[in-house]
């Protein structure tokens, strides 16, 4: 069919969904005298109607249940895209705001966008730091970050990290005055620095693996914090064994502030991912984020 009115197709899609002339009439800015015109020029126009008609409302016909259902996901699709189109005109701005650990904060988020954020001075990103199971919308936070085996399936995650080790670690002054564990259970005759986690109070379980052994331990100790930095500034001074990311003990490790035990028991973890609510997202500023933070690995960037 030649010359047909978009808009006027985009009036039907709103009035067959709304089943309203009242409230459709509302939401496209236009009088119901209008609108109802409009409707009967498309109907005379296929030649079939629409839209029944009563004292109580309107509600489609079975052709107008038809087009609702062939032709509007078609139309909205295109909607969509013209709305991502437009937004590329638009400099991105504003204020991003993404929950984290202190971890990922460290060692993927500040890394990667602080070379983006010199580019784009109108945009700013506020990072909470938060172990806790945080729940975005609610919180009003634009996106959160946590491992991927974490993560709602009712969210759209992007990988920002490859997977990396964890490690139980202790300066060498500890290990030589209380022995190095060599299995998980021995922790139970060590000092261990714990991280509370927010969610239900509750303290962490570190969490161990080998073959197709796996373990979750309660460990006790002098010092319970609430952040991975905390936890390994006790350990270098000698107050017991952290469970950290290995990347993040690394250069203690080279330097011989720290040891790192039970190795052979120390899982690596599924990587950090960002996740958000909605694909509908026409910010140009989130935009630019999830492309700044996305994890690219070397094999694929050859």
């Known amino acids: 069919m030649k010359n047909l009115d978009l808009n006027v197709l985009r009036a039907f899609f709103v009035v067959a969904r709304e089943r309203s002339f009242t409230r459709a009439a509302a939401q496209l800015g236009v009088s119901q005298s209008a609108l109802s015109h409009s409707m009967r020029g498309l109907e005379e126009r296929i030649g079939l109607r629409l ?43 504003g ?35 938060n172990y806790g199971m945080v729940d975005i919308v609610a919180e009003r936070f634009d996106a959160g970050v946590r491992n991927g085996d974490l993560i709602a399936q009712d969210m759209i995650a992007v990988r920002i990290s490859p997977d990396f080790k964890m490690a139980v670690v202790g300066s060498p002054e500890y290990l030589r005055s209380n022995g190095r564990p060599v299995s998980p259970h021995d922790l139970a005759a060590h000092n261990c620095i714990n991280l509370r986690l927010p969610t239900h109070g509750g303290l962490y379980a570190w969490e161990f693996a080998r073959k197709r052994e796996a373990l979750h331990v309660n460990v006790h100790g002098q010092f319970i914090f609430n952040t991975t930095s905390q936890m390994l500034d006790a350990a270098i001074e000698g107050f017991g064994l952290a469970y950290v990311p290995y990347d993040l ?38 935009a630019l984020i999830v492309d700044a933070l996305r994890y690219v690995s070397p094999a694929s960037s050859r």
Not at 102 to 119: C, E, I, M, Q, Y
Not at 253 to 262: K, N, P, T
């Open 51 to 93: 839209l029944t008609r009563t004292t109580r409302g309107v509600s489609p016909t079975e052709a107008g249940e038809r087009l609702l259902s062939n032709v509007g996901p078609y139309y909205d699709g295109i909607s969509a895209e013209l709305e991502s189109l437009s937004a590329l005109r638009e400099k991105p701005a």
């Open 95 to 129: 204020l991003i705001r993404i929950s984290a650990h202190d971890h990922a904060s460290d060692t993927v988020l500040w890394p990667k966008l602080k070379d983006v954020l010199r580019s784009y001075p109108d945009v700013s990103v506020e990072i909470n730091i």
């Open 249 to 286: 003990a690394t250069p203690h490790l080279a330097e011989g502030r720290l040891s790192s035990v039970l190795e052979e028991w120390c899982p690596t973890v599924p990587g950090y991912h960002l996740y958000y609510a909605s694909r509908r997202q026409t910010s140009p500023a989130f």
